[in-house]
């Protein structure tokens, strides 16, 4: 079952930040994020795993309620290059941590 | 290091042809995926692979056939094509949970 992703779409002026929500309705292993931009393969973020770690990469940070099931990534101060579709993966409990399953993307414009 | 390659990257089939997609990689991944991705609904994932000879069926199995005969390769095959499975496919291969991605293949059945 694929998770729910929110907004489904942002319009962001450069330096602004932005959050973007994941929700599963099932108890979950990790959650994955993943950026594509337009015309290209998506490209790996990070990834947490259950425990309710929080992860940061640049300016881009994110956190994982798992008694929730709930992910959130944080964009802060937005650059022109986060422009793009990000998706959230998720991988229930039980299935052994290879099977992930996407949302169906949120997409982010950055405008200078 | 080519990471993961597809091929081809561009495709037109009638309804009802058939064709085969490759998916090759150099990383020595044990797990292989294919997914597809349609306008407004993200990655589907069609099936994967946990090891040489093995293959599993995803979320959207229906009309698609799996082989993984080689660890590096992982083909997905369409027997007869239908109008509704136009989209871009990407394969992807995983280690420690992360995802590599080829560049996709962008099918259109007419």
């Known amino acids: 079952q694929q998770p729910v992703q929110s907004p489904q779409a942002v319009i962001l002026r450069e330096g602004e930040d932005a959050v973007i929500n994941c929700s599963s309705s099932k108890a979950l292993y990790s959650v994955h994020w993943y950026r594509q931009k337009h015309g290209e393969a998506p490209v790996f973020l990070m990834i947490?795993?259950?425990?309710?770690e929080q992860k940061g990469h640049d300016k881009i940070s994110a956190s994982f309620n798992e008694k929730k099931q709930q992910s959130s990534l944080y964009l802060t101060a937005s650059q022109l290059s986060y422009s793009g579709t990000y998706f959230c993966g998720t991988e229930g409990e039980g299935t052994g941590g290879f099977k992930t399953i996407f949302g169906a993307g949120t997409r982010l414009f950055v405008k200078a | 290091n080519a990471g993961v390659t597809q091929t081809p990257k561009f495709r037109v089939l009638k309804t009802g042809q058939s064709m085969t997609l490759l998916c090759a990689q150099d990383?020595?991944?044990?797990?292989m995926y294919w997914y597809r991705q349609d306008p407004g609904m993200g990655l589907r994932l069609i099936h994967y692979s946990v090891g040489e000879g093995t293959t599993a069926k995803g979320e959207v199995p229906d009309g698609y056939n799996v082989s993984r005969l080689k660890k590096q390769n992982f083909l997905l095959g369409l027997e007869s094509a239908a109008p509704s499975q136009t989209s871009v496919y990407f394969c992807a291969s995983s280690y420690s949970g992360v995802l590599f991605f080829g560049s996709g293949t962008q099918l259109s059945v007419l």
């Open positions: 990383m020595n991944h044990e797990y």
């Open positions: 947490l795993l259950k425990g309710g």
